[in-house]
């Protein structure tokens, strides 16, 4: 994470702060090669996979957190995803399949359940890092996977948000980050966890393209 004005909003601090990170994740070449359709169908139905257990950790987590003065405001019932993993995998894979999380996914759902059940801090920084990136490069990756494995709506699902604005909702919610009241300590963990949720994203996205490689 790259140092930022603590005399700057959050949400620009956030930005600054985390441009590197964001910057590596986008270039792991996985989702590239996705979006290309150079890899088989298999390998997104993996991605899916993955997916499906970091936002089932996730979303149990906003449910805890949903009441918290901070963490709540946060908890957006129309940004839930774990239907339409559900939905997209039984598409791609048949009903009822067997899922399996890779090394890196067990390790992400497990810094998930120590930090975002609990912490404020810790819920935000996940869901920042996981929801405004799906409503920001996923809304390009979304289209370009559904072409290359010809989806016709069932199987991209995921990438849908029936109801949302991308641009509007990413406004609101640096808006939010601006006025939620974290202690300055908690300001710090937070910016810290983003950069962490970065990492444990990266070390997915790594596994994927080292097993489809």
Request: with cysteine.
């Amino acid at each position: 994470m790259t140092l930022a004005d603590p005399m700057e909003k959050l949400s620009v601090r956030l930005r600054t702060g985390t441009r590197m990170d964001h910057d590596a994740a986008q270039g792991s070449g996985f989702l590239d090669r996705l979006a290309a359709g150079e890899l088989p169908r298999q390998a997104y139905a993996d991605l899916a996979t993955q997916h499906w257990f970091i936002y089932e950790t996730l979303e149990q987590a906003a449910a805890v957190m949903a009441t918290d003065s901070v963490a709540g405001s946060f908890v957006f019932p129309e940004l839930t995803r774990l239907p339409a993993l559900t939905d997209d995998l039984e598409t791609l894979l048949g009903p009822g399949p067997q899922l399996t999380p890779l090394p890196a996914t067990t390790e992400y759902c497990a810094r998930l359940r120590a930090v975002a059940f609990d912490h404020p801090w810790g819920f935000v920084a996940h869901h920042y890092t996981r929801y405004l990136g799906d409503l920001s490069g996923g809304q390009y990756l979304g289209p370009a996977i559904a072409k290359a494995y010809a989806l016709n709506g069932a199987g991209h699902r995921f990438f849908v948000f029936e109801g949302v604005s991308p641009p509007a909702f990413r406004t609101r919610y640096r808006e939010l980050l601006d006025q939620a009241a974290f202690a300055p300590d908690d300001e710090q963990k937070f910016l810290a966890e983003v950069t962490e949720a970065y990492r444990l994203n990266i070390a997915v996205l790594r596994e994927l393209k080292e097993r489809w490689a």
